[in-house]
């Protein structure tokens, strides 16, 4: 059988009902007698609540209820929330109460909710509750949080740090020691929020005759929420049933848990009535958990040659103001610090702090783009303080393509070693650079200069650790239709399962990719999953897919076999149907439909001896170890001094994410991907005043990568098989954010030269290189 | 005050060629009339302040964002959703292109990108790249990095400029 869909550019089934308007996201789903939520939140970064009045909002027409946390009843005053990741490195793991107690520790915490006939209503009766709230110092900056006389961020605490993170390997001392040049550069890392453009929405709708709640809702982890759920209500896992209808885009914010999903639970239970809540675009801003910021304080050891011996230092982490996901930020913020290079030694800690801001879990990449930027830092930094070509740099330190499967010496937070399993970094870097026009760019540069432009290139190279297990459980059964249905526990926020999976299948078992029925991320109906991040459900539900086809297809040969009286050898299936091969000389076939309806047999009925009933399978088959993606980035910028615009001129990447299934689709991750980077390096400030007020709660003040604001983009392929799993796959989801910040800033500060800025924090606004223009000037002055 | 919110009016609007007579609040705009009243649930809200550009919908041809229009404000106007464009199954010329060009991905902006570039291609058929982008800009999209979007966008209008 030829390969008709592996690795071709297939059109994705999912397209047209969204392009007719027929997507059904949560919004779109109403039930009989259903209600609306809305919240209320503190507009205060911290504060002791010392009473709540929420009389007023009670009198109005059409509000069925008003909840504080106490109106919740037991056992939910005494009861917060866990954290989704514990974690022994975790001193103080504060989690919040599903509405506020006593306290609240950032502006946009949950303090009270309004049930009424419409949203409409619910908003009214918000402004109506009465909160008496006494302000307390707040901490708004994560540099300023260990200081000695650091307010506390909750009653109470003695010191704001959450934990510590270490990535240690490799005797550092020998190689400072060792080192003819060491240099140390300090930068702050900001990263926003996920800002999908459908924000967090829930439907919670209890069924008492079953006594069981189903919960739908825009989460990209539907059986982790299943079950932090049930272990908090100390329910059975079968009473709780959540489902993903269309979700609008994820990014890693809406893994979740949130208290706000919790609360609807337990609502539409004690009211016996469905009830919807809406995140509006205001509250996404402080209610959705976000990223925040890093300082980092590095040194680095090298040759001569800007071979690197180690590199050493500290990273301050801003954790928000609780601890909902551990210490998942922190650990891919600091065990991917090698990257592409043969690191011989690393020393850094990070201390985790509590601030008085929105929580943070992950966004596009989780710390990955942050650890990306800190070693691309350092790299830049050799290759300045040398005088080196930057890609000479990166060339003389990258692994090599003999030393795969390459052990970094670092572990993975799982405390299994860090292994890159395949890749050629060196030729990315290579393709890169041509189709950039990296060895002329000098003369161009130099050109431009003449007429009082500035051009700058830069460079970024990185690797993703990708697909981390255990698995997706796919199923794949044959229906007496002919018709195949594929389920996957894997939630979509819009990467294209439906359409790789079916690829997937339908090459394996021989049907045509129309003929297959697509289900997923409903935990009552399809196999267990875990979650959609970390460029993880390829590299997971793709093998399972290929493995359950492969189950069904043996099962349907072995039956096709005795019912047609042929030799299991002499058959082939296409197109949905068994038949005998040329070779065979026989001429007798017989659908997938006919066989799955002898094994599913009726009333009178027997189902064929030595047969289970149902053309199915169910496969939990995943990679075997991580899949390590790679890729090289070459971004070249015009920056105008005068006002401090940087217009982005090209962005080439040349990107290896082993076989690809479906490349137009990977093309799009990439490129999305990168565009979230740009944004990251060139936009988007979650901007917030000395008391922890946010001061951006719009898209208006923050600035999202707009259609005008883009480059070209040029998207090149190296294809290295990942040995973890048969078909050679690896993720491809945040390959493009996690090099992005270092291609732009790297670019600038190249077009800088002349003028000796350097920018290193990121994201860089024009304002900022007005301002870097006008130091630069006055150190050269002085001097 | 909530029974001045409460003031109704009645208008008379014709959405996606079919005439409708409905009362509605006053302070209701027109992306949740269109959704809750008429449960045409493709015209998606994304900021509720008039910058992302999901809740774009042609009246009388023009795209505005039915988020910063009042329902009372469509009476005696003709309305246009995604959910009008298709004739039957059969896709229009840019929501075809948006699938060739794989510029959707999770859909949620994908009805306000059709139907900004719907009005826009209908006044400028043959649009270049750097018109289509501006003519996108009030549209944000999250997943596709709009590469694929512009394109979509630069071969319908070509399609159009050689056809007319």
């Known amino acids: 059988m030829g390969m008709r869909y592996f690795g071709t550019s297939v059109q994705r089934q999912e397209d047209k009902k969204f392009l007719m308007g027929q997507g059904r996201y949560v919004d779109d789903i109403e039930f009989v007698g259903m209600l609306h939520g809305a919240f209320l939140r503190a507009d205060i970064a911290h504060a002791k609540i010392n009473g709540i009045d929420t009389s007023a909002a009670r009198e109005i027409p059409g509000v069925h209820a008003v909840y504080t946390l106490d109106d919740l009843g037991d056992p939910y005053p005494n009861k917060p929330m866990t954290t989704a ?16 107690k006593d306290e609240v520790c950032f502006v946009g915490q949950t303090v009270a909710l309004v049930v009424a006939e419409s949203r409409h209503i619910a908003e009214d009766a918000l402004s109506r509750i009465v909160v008496d709230y006494e302000p307390l110092p707040a901490v708004a900056d994560c540099r300023n949080a260990l200081d000695a006389d650091a307010p506390a961020t909750h ?18 001392d020998a190689a400072f020691a060792e080192a003819s040049h060491t240099f140390k550069v300090d930068f702050h890392e900001h990263r926003g929020g996920g800002h999908a453009t459908e924000c967090r929405n829930i439907i919670a709708n209890y069924d008492a005759g079953k006594d069981e709640t189903t919960v739908y809702l825009t989460t990209q982890a539907p059986f982790l929420i299943r079950r932090l759920m049930a272990r908090y209500f100390e329910e059975d896992e079968s009473k709780i049933r959540v489902i993903c209808p269309d979700v609008g885009g994820g990014f890693g914010p809406k893994n979740g848990p949130y208290a706000e999903e919790f609360v609807l639970a337990i609502v539409s239970k004690q009211l016996q009535r469905p009830v919807k809540w809406i995140e509006d675009r205001r509250e996404n801003f402080v209610a959705t958990n976000q990223q925040g910021d890093q300082m980092w304080h590095m040194e680095i050891a090298c040759e001569d040659d800007g071979k690197i011996l180690g590199a050493r230092g500290r990273v301050i982490h801003d954790m928000g103001a609780y601890v909902p996901y551990g210490l998942l930020l922190p650990a891919t913020s600091v065990f991917p610090l090698p990257g592409p290079y043969a690191l011989p030694a690393l020393d850094v800690t990070l201390d985790a702090v509590f601030t008085n801001k929105t929580c943070t879990s992950p966004v596009r990449g989780a710390g990955r783009p942050n650890a990306a930027y800190a070693m691309e830092r350092l790299i830049e930094t050799v290759a300045r303080g040398l005088k080196l070509d930057p890609a000479d740099v990166r060339r003389r330190n990258f692994v090599r393509k003999d030393q795969f499967p390459y052990t970094t010496g670092g572990t993975l937070p799982s405390g299994d070693p860090a292994v890159y399993d395949s890749g050629d970094f060196h030729s990315l870097l290579d393709m890169a650079l041509e189709n950039a026009g990296y060895e002329d760019f000098k003369e161009r540069q130099a050109a431009a200069r003449q007429e009082g432009r500035y051009l700058g290139m830069g460079i970024s190279s990185c690797i993703e650790d990708t697909g981390f297990g255990p698995y997706e459980g796919v199923k794949v059964k044959v229906q007496p239709s002919g018709k195949v249905l594929l389920q996957t526990g894997a ?60 189950l069904v297809r043996k099962k349907a040969l072995k039956l096709a076999a005795e019912v047609l009286e042929i030799d299991e050898d002499d058959l082939e299936i296409e197109d949905g149907i068994v038949r005998a091969t040329a070779q065979s000389g026989r001429n007798v076939n017989i659908s997938l439909g006919d066989l799955s ?23 939990f088959t995943s990679s075997t170890g991580v899949p390590h993606a790679s890729g090289s980035s070459v971004a070249e910028v015009e920056v105008d001094v005068e006002t401090g615009e940087v217009k982005l001129v090209n962005y080439v990447i040349a990107h290896d994410c082993g076989k690809m299934i479906n490349p137009m689709l990977v093309d799009g991750q990439i490129i999305g991907g990168v565009v979230h980077g740009i944004g990251n390096a060139l936009f988007e400030r979650m901007v917030y005043d000395e008391n922890a007020q946010p001061m951006s709660m719009n898209y208006g003040e923050y600035l999202l990568p707009i259609a005008t604001e883009m480059p070209p983009f040029e998207v090149l392929h190296q294809e290295t098989p990942s040995p973890h799993n048969e078909l050679g796959v690896k993720g491809a989801g945040e390959g493009g954010t996690i090099p992005a910040a270092n291609a732009i800033i790297a670019a600038i500060e190249n077009a800088l030269e002349p003028f000796g800025v350097v920018v290193n924090d990121h994201p860089v606004d024009p304002q900022r290189i007005c301002e870097l223009l006008d130091e630069a000037q006055a150190r050269s002055g002085a001097a | 005050m909530s029974e001045q919110l409460k003031d109704t009016r009645d208008i008379t609007v014709t959405v996606n060629g079919k005439s409708y007579q ?8 027109l992306a949740d009339f269109l959704r809750l009243q008429l449960k045409l649930t493709g015209t998606h809200l994304g900021c509720e302040h008039g910058v992302c550009g999901a809740c774009t919908i042609l009246v009388d041809g023009e795209a505005v964002r039915s988020c910063l229009m009042l329902a009372v404000q469509a009476n005696g106007r003709e309305v246009t959703t995604i959910e009008g464009l298709a004739d039957g199954e059969e896709l229009s010329p840019i929501q075809e292109a948006f699938s060739e060009h794989h510029a959707l991905q999770c859909g949620f902006c994908t009805s306000g990108m059709i139907m900004s570039l719907t009005a826009f291609i209908e006044e400028n058929p043959g649009a270049d790249e750097a018109a289509i982008r501006e003519a996108i800009s009030g549209n944000i999209c999250r997943c596709t990095g709009y590469q694929s979007i512009v394109a979509a966008g630069v071969a319908v209008a070509a399609k159009q400029a050689g056809g007319s």
């Open chain 1, 85 to 100: 990741y514990a974690s022994p490195l975790l001193k103080q793991t504060i989690c919040q109460h599903l509405l506020a």
């Open chain 1, 155 to 172: 009653l109470g605490l003695d010191s704001n740090l959450v934990g510590n993170f270490y990535g240690k390997f490799g005797d550092i």
């Open chain 1, 491 to 550: 939630a979509s926020q819009g990467q294209g399962h439906q359409t790789v999976f079916s690829q997937i299948v339908a090459e394996e078992l021989g049907v045509d990719i129309d003929s297959i029925v697509y289900q997923s991320a409903d935990t009552g109906t399809v196999p267990h999953g875990v979650a959609t991040a970390g460029s993880r459900v390829t590299a997971n539900a793709g093998p399972a897919s290929q493995a359950a086809a492969r």
């Open chain 1, 597 to 619: 309806f002898k094994l599913t047999p009726l009333m009178n009925g027997k189902v064929p001896d030595g047969f289970e009933p149902e053309l199915e399978a169910t496969s």
């Open chain 2, 22 to 29: 409905e009362a509605v609040e006053t302070r209701l705009h």
